[in-house]
């Protein structure tokens, strides 16, 4: 997708490993997130960030930390990765909660997580 | 809180037919409601969005959603079926505070030839 991208796109990594991914946007927006995505439940949304250095945390954050020291980066990491991890993770931007609400989200194209 | 529910996990038509994907929405404030589709293997792509404006929305596609507030529902319609349209869709509920967004559960739409 135009602007953001995701890496890797496909991981299987062991129990108990930390696992990082990325996301990286070239469109100098201010608020980036990190989505989990699991069959029957939508996306759920982890963490979020609204600057360099501002992160909060979403409905499913246990098990996950995030950090952004650039406006363009933000960084997914599960410390200890875990089988209930296994998950397609999105990232999305926006520029703020007004430009979300009136125009929706930018999605990256989504990072396969397999943990065995 | 706000809450979002798709009735339907699964929708199968014939190309060719209308198309019906139902969604209702709970929310304390006055809601911008989206829906998003998503092709295999793809990330999300925004198909129409209502945002207080008229209440019937046109988007990409010939997709469109009615808002419906005494009904809390924002369905999402197309005349007549494509092959292409096979694939998944979410409608979200979003509100003004912090721009975190509440997903339905998805539908996923197939297409029979």
């Known amino acids: 997708d135009a602007g953001i991208t995701q890496s890797p796109r496909h991981k299987v990594t062991e129990t108990g490993t930390p696992v990082t991914l990325r996301c990286h946007q070239t469109e100098n927006h201010r608020y980036m997130y990190w989505y989990r995505q699991d069959p029957g439940h939508g996306l759920r949304l982890i963490h979020y960030?609204?600057?360099?250095?501002?992160?909060d945390k979403g409905e499913v954050s246990d098990g996950y930390s995030v950090s952004r020291s650039k406006t363009e980066d933000f960084l997914l990491t599960l410390e200890s990765a875990t089988s209930s991890q296994t998950s397609v993770y999105f990232c999305?931007?926006?520029?703020?909660?007004?430009?979300?609400?009136?125009?929706?989200?930018?999605f990256g194209s989504g990072t396969r997580l397999t943990v065995v | 809180a706000q809450s979002v529910t798709q009735l339907d996990s699964h929708v199968s038509v014939s190309e060719g037919t209308p198309v019906l994907l139902r969604c209702n929405y709970s929310s304390s404030y006055s809601p911008s409601l989206f829906w998003y589709v998503q092709h295999p293997n793809k990330g999300l792509q925004l198909l129409l969005k209502y945002t207080s404006a008229a209440t019937l929305v046109k988007g990409i596609n010939g997709f469109e959603a009615e808002f419906k507030k005494s009904e809390t529902s924002f369905h999402l319609t197309k005349p007549s079926a494509h092959m292409s349209d096979a694939a998944e869709y979410f409608c979200v509920v979003s509100d003004w505070d912090a721009g975190k967004s509440t997903f339905g559960d998805g539908t996923t739409l197939t297409v029979k030839p």
């Open positions: 999305a931007i926006s520029e703020s909660p007004r430009q979300a609400n009136n125009y929706g989200y930018t």
């Open positions: 960030s609204y600057g360099v250095k501002d992160t």
